[in-house]
């Protein structure tokens, strides 16, 4: 609660403490910069990237199983991050991408969406066309 904060401060104040509060969300700070920093990384550095629970080889939940199957079906290779193994990126991307829930497909840079989406966008044929068209950026 609200009180139990400001006796906490109040208590670190009287007890000099507050350098040590102020540390520690200086260090949380950057390491959140760090995380934001190295999703932007991975997300520069491979067009076709699936972010996971587990490896495509290996999903760890039903959603990701799909995401994955779905993007093996194009023929195309693709990047994949397991959340699980990267708690800094599980609790940081769904912030940076506005997109709460895992799997999260980025295709050139930009936010595809999840299970629900890629499913649809495979019985539409728009999956194949996207995975296609980024791979043919890469190869001219």
Request: charged share 20%; proline share 5%.
């Amino acid at each position: 609660t609200n009180k139990d904060h400001k006796g906490a401060l109040v208590y670190c104040l009287e007890n000099g403490k507050l350098g040590r509060i102020i540390s520690v969300i200086q260090i949380l700070v950057r390491v959140i910069m760090e995380t934001v920093e190295k999703i932007q990384q991975q997300i520069s550095e491979n067009p076709i990237l699936l972010y996971m629970k587990g490896s495509p080889k290996l999903p760890n939940c039903g959603f990701s199983a799909q995401a994955s199957q779905a993007l093996m079906s194009c023929g195309e290779e693709f990047a994949y991050v397991d959340i699980l193994q990267n708690p800094d990126i599980r609790s940081e991307l769904p912030k940076y991408a506005d997109w709460p829930t895992f799997p999260q497909l980025w295709v050139d840079g930009e936010l595809v969406g999840g299970c629900d989406i890629i499913m649809e966008m495979v019985q539409q044929g728009e999956l194949q066309a996207i995975v296609k068209e980024s791979v043919a950026k890469r190869t001219k």
